[in-house]
């Protein structure tokens, strides 16, 4: 049975000796096929503690985390919840056990209330809902811990901040006294990372525990009380107060190496205007505006980055640049005006398009990598002649990108879902590049990817910028956008609200442009994100 | 050709396709498509009229024929949520299987002449009222079941617990399991439901509405009819009973036009040459095809549409909304 | 991360566990095995249950297998059942591989009757016209109508989003009663629910034709219809395999977003694939009417449309093995006619088609019984 209690216990939550431990993991095995997720991994958090799970993508902190949760059952270790002994069946055993996790990617029910997500699953009540008598509850626990959001609002209509709120206070309502925070702060602002760090302060204050991961040190210093770093599904530093450490000692803790990555890059060059943006304007898949008339340039040589909390436009730029929106006002693409846009027509423009959804749009899952390699190649000679499709000069051509671009497979009828993100997203750009694009669209390029893929899409980047591509790099990271970019251009409700030089950018004042502070009245239409947009 | 009498003739008939319709409502908003309402409305059908015509127990027959739609629903739940087939092919197979056992089970029905059927009842004082009587005048005691289950299923579905949880599995069933609601169970229950209704639906012709057995014309299409009369009815209870008992309604219309030879004075063109009924046997169809197209067009406008998850498998720890 | 296997899910809850493990790749020969094992369970299936309802197994299959194999008369039956099998399968394998669900090819297939019928009964060429004329002119008739009837659905749906099962399954009965209104009305002959004989020169050529040249083909009616299956069967699959067009459809069947993607306009192809399906099923109509009946009548087929689709599913949608499909479902249908009670063709059709699904299960995982952990 969860615990069913709608507001955390009193009594318990005068603030315990900080000695006294809220969760013990101990000797944690988790192997998936092909791979040695968790080995022999310890973790301790202690309660009213933030602590901190570094590591990189791959490392296996968010599995060991998905063990505590009770998403994944560890093939041997044992778990502690306040010292006892506890095994973990489900997320359900694990909210019963006071342990709570706010994933990476939301699982909210778009069309349904907050209060109905935050009620959701609760077995309670009985039969008839009273939603009104909930949606007083839930407003009043979000007070409690400065979780601004109305609990009537339907989830489509939030913001990503918000949502992440609302992921929060489902675990609160819950009586979560434990909770995990799987890397929160991608999604957000700077000055939304803020707010979330004096929410997660109001709640160890309370007595609650964190576990916060995270690959991205500065946070972690700023944030955690104890930090344990992972490494390829090992504890190389186990529970480290933060105070006193530095980046350079967490980083090489969690790389293994001496220094991060350091980028090649050949001077800025601008050549020619490549791209024209001029107030464009566009609806989102909801009907509401998600472009209200963005403008924009990028010339060859160039890579402009957009800065952009997620749900500002940036998505929908990238889909009408590359034709898969329509749109309204002037696009041009190398001094010609695209009228009529269509893939078909942004492909001839030697526009390539890296997507964001890998799995869903950059790629066929079930077709074989030599036919997804060919998806845009396939009209044309050497691959096809007349209406013909030559399989030799398939195979020759597939081949020969497969060797090229080191996508690991055993051969190049192996189906792209088999692939890792990184092989996956490999293959897209060898497909992207190979076409020499003008101009290359490239959204999310390295998310999820471990550290050597993002490498090596970075460095391919580059290249093409080298080589005089102009590219348009949309990232919810503002390091890589800044690490990248000759230019960035901030994002806010559909707009360009600010442009700078990478060189000499300042985070803060993109931070504020990023989340509509700094903008000058009349540009933006409606003031405070997440309000609803009338279209 | 009162109007009266098509409006009673219209619910008797509708409340066939209201239960088939309420039914296949329940398993699409929990995200399993079911194609094979023809077929387990034809085994509840057969099975109705059969244990009815062995036993003479129309009750006995009743709930039979809604445990053979459940247990053919079943079947789908297995294929589609255990085995997690395609939800469509799986529930075409179904209408091949219920359509075939029914045919063989109901060998030599055909000829099995009256049966006892389920009563009539009469709401005295209402039936006399113009209109509003048409619905309470000597109808089957199941015509009075599809009133009462109508606002019982649309409160189930936004009124309580369950319905929360049977709205939010189909929209985004990762959600829910991350909550502890079990999605499986729960969709192998509305899947079983949805059998046990379509089951009701088949058994509403024979021992109520159009008591006899004809092999498939017994159903005659009025599984798929209530298919597309969900998406018409965009999985709302109270929008399918509208479009059930309109159709019904339109049905008993085109059959009594073949019967007068002239309207108010202008001859009546299927009075004279019978061969021009098959136009208005056409008319149901097509119906439904107009029906789908506003349909589609109005979700499309008002950004309605089916639950999120419709069709697709729910595999626990692989993403997917 | 999330690693590239699934996790596995457990299904029940006794101390043994079943677990569905996604597998990585699939054995070579593990797909036709599944398939034969599925014919097999299916079979057998049936067989229980035609012992329950009082039949003899043993001898209901024996009965099919002579009556569809047992010499080159029932050989040569068996072939002309399966001729409409064939081009309905093609039919349904082309648009099920880019996952439009047309169930709609039994109102193809009357439509392309009597497309081909209109060409000799309106006339729409005048009689005597010979059958090297006449022939070719029906099977352009029905494969006009047959794609017409199938440009609605693909019209509705690449326009409108219209879900194209239903649209599809409801045109059949509206393709069926139009029929009826033909043979009942302007064509019937006599009052009869059928419309006079074709002339000869309408007649597909068969084997029986050459009898005057070999005393052996006397007697054996598979018509030149086959032929022509064959051969559009062989011509599709050269199309999807072998084009630029095929590959785009196979894109379309597992991507439409990544086929929107690669710069396919899906609305064209929707419509273009499923007025292509509808043609292909209306042949099988022409080759109905032209090659077996020689006239239009009410019951010209026995729901070949609706077996087309488990032809087509149990080929895996592919062209080639629709072929080998269509005939063992020939056998059946053919071998079914004498059966009692008259369901049972259709009901083993059904179980045959569940286990099929069922042992796809096979294929995409592999399941293990393991212990239960604390």
Redesign the interface.
């Known amino acids: 049975m969860p615990s069913a209690a709608g507001e955390p216990d009193r009594a318990a939550s005068v603030v315990a000796p900080a000695r006294q431990p809220a969760l013990e993991m101990r000797g944690i095995i988790k192997r998936f096929p092909g791979i040695l997720a968790n080995d022999e991994v310890d973790f301790d958090l202690r309660v009213g503690e933030v602590h901190a799970l570094l590591g990189e993508n791959g490392a296996g902190k968010s599995t060991l985390m998905n063990i505590a949760a009770g998403l994944y059952r560890p093939d041997s270790g044992e778990i502690r919840v306040g010292g006892q002994p506890t095994t973990l069946r489900s997320p359900r055993d694990a909210i019963a056990a006071g342990i709570g996790m706010v994933h990476q990617h939301f699982t909210l029910v778009p069309s349904q209330s907050v209060t109905e997500n935050v009620i959701l699953g609760l077995g309670r009540p009985r039969f008839r809902l009273d939603l009104a008598a909930f949606e007083a509850e839930v407003g009043e626990l979000a007070r409690r811990f400065g979780l601004t959001v109305d609990p009537r609002a339907k989830i489509w209509q939030l913001s990503v901040g918000e949502q992440q709120r609302v992921e929060i206070l489902k675990m609160l309502y819950r009586g979560a006294r434990i909770l995990i925070m799987d890397e929160p702060t991608a999604v957000l602002a700077p000055q939304e990372v803020d707010e979330l760090f004096r929410t997660l302060r109001a709640m160890t204050g309370d007595g609650h525990s964190i576990v916060f991961i995270s690959h991205k040190l500065q946070e972690v210093l700023a944030i955690a009380d104890r930090v344990t770093v992972m490494r390829r599904g090992k504890v190389t530093a186990a529970g480290r107060p933060t105070a006193g450490a530095t980046r350079a000692d967490l980083a090489r803790l969690m790389v293994g190496r001496e220094v991060l990555e350091t980028l090649d890059r050949t001077p800025f060059a601008p050549g020619p205007l490549v791209l024209s943006v001029r107030d464009v304007r566009t609806d989102n898949d909801k009907g509401l505006e998600a472009l209200r008339g963005a403008s924009l340039d990028i010339r060859a040589g160039e890579i402009l980055g957009i800065a952009a909390v997620a749900g500002n436009g940036q998505s929908e730029l990238a889909q009408v640049i590359t034709g898969l929106r329509p749109w309204s006002g002037r696009i041009e693409i190398n001094g010609q005006e695209v009228r009529h846009g269509s893939a078909r027509d942004a492909i001839r423009r030697g526009v390539a398009h890296i997507p964001e959804d890998r799995t869903g749009v950059g790629s066929a899952p079930n077709l074989s990598i030599s036919d997804n390699l060919i998806m845009k190649s396939y009209r044309s000679a050497p691959v096809s002649r007349g209406w013909v499709i030559d399989s030799s000069a398939v195979r020759r051509v597939t081949g020969k990108l497969k060797d090229d671009y080191q996508i690991s497979a055993p051969s190049i009828e192996t189906s792209a879902r088999l692939l890792s993100g990184g092989n996956l997203q490999r293959l897209i750009l060898a497909r992207e590049i190979d076409t020499e694009p003008l101009l290359m669209v490239a959204v999310q390029p390295t998310r999820g990817l471990d550290v050597g893929a993002i490498e090596s899409v970075h460095r391919l980047l580059l290249d093409r910028r080298a080589k005089g591509a102009a590219t348009l790099l949309i990232s919810e990271d503002i390091d890589e956008i800044l690490a990248l970019s000759d230019r960035v251009a901030v994002m806010y409700e559909g707009h360009v609200v600010g442009l700078f030089d990478a060189a000499d950018a300042d985070v803060g004042e993109i931070g504020l442009l990023m989340t509509g502070g700094g903008v000058e009245p009349g540009l933006a239409l409606v003031g405070g994100s997440g309000e609803e947009i009338v279209s | 050709m009162d109007l009266t009498t098509i409006l009673a003739a219209g619910i008797a008939t509708g409340t066939i396709l209201l239960f088939a319709a309420l039914g296949e409502i329940f398993a699409e908003r929990s995200g399993v498509l079911n194609l094979g309402v023809e077929g387990m409305m034809l085994m509840g059908a057969v099975v109705g009229f059969g244990v009815t015509v062995s036993t003479g127990q129309p009750w006995l027959g009743l709930a039979l024929a809604m445990a053979a739609g459940g247990l053919l629903s079943l079947l789908h739940a297995v294929m589609v949520i255990t085995f997690q087939a395609d939800q469509v092919v799986s529930g075409l197979s179904l209408t091949f299987l219920g359509t075939g056992l029914a045919r063989v089970m109901g060998e030599g029905l055909s000829k099995a002449g009256a049966i006892s059927l389920l009563p009539k009842l009469t709401v005295p004082v209402v039936a006399d009222v113009p209109i509003l009587g048409a619905f309470v005048r000597d109808q089957s005691i199941l015509v009075y079941v599809g009133y009462a289950l109508v606002p019982l299923a649309w409160y189930w579905i936004h009124r309580t617990r369950q319905g929360l949880e049977l709205r939010a599995i189909g929209e985004y069933p990762t959600a829910a399991d991350a909550l502890g609601v079990d999605v499986y169970r729960l969709r192998y229950r509305y899947v079983v439901v949805g059998g046990l209704l379509a089951g009701l639906a088949g058994a509403t012709i024979t021992l109520a509405i159009q008591p006899g057995w004809f092999g498939d014309l017994t159903v005659n299409g009025r599984g798929w009819i209530a298919v597309g009369l969900v998406i018409f009815a965009q999985w709302d209870p109270i929008r399918a009973a509208v479009g059930a008992y309109l159709f019904g309604a339109i049905s008993r219309l085109l059959f009594d036009l073949q019967g007068p030879s002239d309207f108010f004075g202008v001859a009546n063109p299927i009075f004279k040459d019978h061969s021009l009924t098959f136009f208005l046997e056409m008319v149901p169809y097509i119906l439904v095809i107009v029906v789908l197209v506003v349909g589609s067009r109005e979700a499309a406008r008002k950004r309605l549409g089916a639950p999120a998850a419709l069709g697709r498998p729910f595999i626990r720890g692989e993403r997917g909304a | 991360?999330?690693?590239?296997?699934?996790?596995r899910?457990s299904?029940t809850r006794t101390p043994v566990e079943v677990r569905l493990?996604r597998r990585?790749?699939v054995p070579h020969w593990l797909g036709g095995a599944t398939t034969a094992g599925a014919i097999v369970f299916a079979l057998a299936l049936s067989a229980l249950?035609i012992a329950i309802?009082g039949g003899d197994p043993v001898k209901t299959y024996l009965h099919i297998v002579t009556a569809a194999f047992g010499g080159p008369g029932v050989i040569s039956d068996t072939l002309v059942t399966a001729t409409p099998l064939i081009l309905t399968g093609v039919a349904c394998a082309l648009a099920f591989r880019m996952h439009l669900?047309n169930?709609g090819a039994e109102g193809q297939f009357f439509l392309g009757a009597w497309g081909a019928s209109a060409v000799v009964l309106v006339p729409l060429l005048p009689p005597g016209t010979p059958g090297i004329v006449l022939i070719p002119a029906m099977m352009l008739a029905g494969f006009v109508c047959g794609a017409l009837w199938g440009l609605i659905p693909g019209l509705?749906k690449a326009r409108?989003?219209?879900?194209e099962?239903?649209?599809t399954?409801?045109?059949n009965?509206?393709a069926i009663?139009?029929n009826?209104?033909w043979v009942?009305?302007?064509w019937?002959e006599g009052g009869f629910q059928l419309t006079r004989q074709f002339p000869r020169s309408s007649w597909l050529p068969r084997l029986t034709d050459l009898a005057s040249i070999d005393r052996a083909f006397s007697g054996l009616t598979v018509h030149l219809g086959f032929v022509i299956a064959v051969a559009v069967a062989v011509m599709v699959a050269f199309v999807l395999r072998?084009?630029?067009?095929?590959?785009e459809v196979?894109?379309i069947g597992?991507?439409p977003?990544?086929?929107?993607?690669?710069?396919?306009?899906i609305a064209r192809m929707t419509i273009l694939v499923f007025a292509i399906s509808g043609g292909v099923a209306g042949l099988a109509g022409v080759s109905e009417v032209a090659g077996v009946v020689h006239r239009l009548q009410g019951a010209i087929s026995p729901g070949y449309g609706?077996t087309a689709?488990?032809v087509a599913?149990l080929a895996k949608f592919d062209p080639l093995k629709v072929i080998v499909a269509a005939i063992f479902f020939g056998a059946l249908t053919l071998a079914g006619r004498e059966i009692?009670?008259?369901?049972?063709?259709?009901?083993?059709?059904?179980?045959l088609?569940?286990s099929l699904?069922?042992s796809?299960?096979l294929l995409?995982y592999r399941i293990r019984f393991v212990r239960r952990?604390?």
């Open positions: 991360m999330t690693p590239a296997a699934a996790p899910r299904v493990e990585l790749e249950i309802v669900w169930i509705l409108y989003g219209v879900n099962i239903i649209v399954l409801m045109l009965y509206v009663a139009w009826l209104y009942f009305g302007p019937s072998r084009t630029r067009w095929g590959y196979k894109l597992d991507s977003q990544a086929a929107r993607y690669a710069g396919i306009d609706f689709i488990i599913y009692q009670p008259s369901g049972i063709p259709a009901m083993i059709q059904g179980i088609l569940f699904i069922g796809e299960v995409r952990i604390g």
